[in-house]
Nanobody, 123 residues
Framework: VQLQASGGGSVQAGDSLTLSCTVS????????MGWYRQAPGKERTFVAS????????YYSESVRGRFQLSRDDTKSTHYLRMNDVKPEDTATYYC?????????????????WGEGTLVTVSS
């Protein structure tokens, strides 16, 4: 199973950015998908997740209302639309997938992790 994240980069505060994650090696439609992030010198934290059907989404308090998840099962890809980004959103973002319909909350229990993509937000 491979999770390939892309879309990171350097942006200004208030800009928008979309991260993508494409999955191979497993039936994408069976997976719940999501993102964690890890800022420099800090622990990784949950950002958002979407159920396998796409009907349910979950967001951390820090991004709710600004970030939006979606998925395209025909492309085995899901997307994190990041609006109104802030300097505190600067982090390496990790695409994750879980074999359960709704992603487990504990990071250590999530089944699959991809390589990170760096997002840097300057003020």
């Amino acid at each position: 199973v491979q999770l390939q994240a892309s879309g990171g980069g350097s942006v200004q505060a208030g800009d928008s950015l979309t991260l993508s994650c494409t999955v191979s090696g497993v039936t994408f439609s069976s997976l719940s998908m999501g993102w964690y992030r890890q800022a420099p010198g800090k622990e990784r934290t949950f950002v958002a997740s979407i159920s396998n059907t796409g009907r349910s989404t979950y967001y951390s308090e820090s991004v709710r209302g600004r970030f939006q998840l979606s998925r395209d099962d025909t492309k085995s890809t899901h997307y994190l639309r990041m609006n109104d980004v802030k300097p505190e959103d600067t982090a390496t973002y990790y695409c994750v997938a879980d074999r359960l319909p709704i992603m487990r909350y504990e990071a250590d229990e999530v089944d699959y992790w991809g390589e990170g993509t760096l997002v840097t937000v300057s003020s």
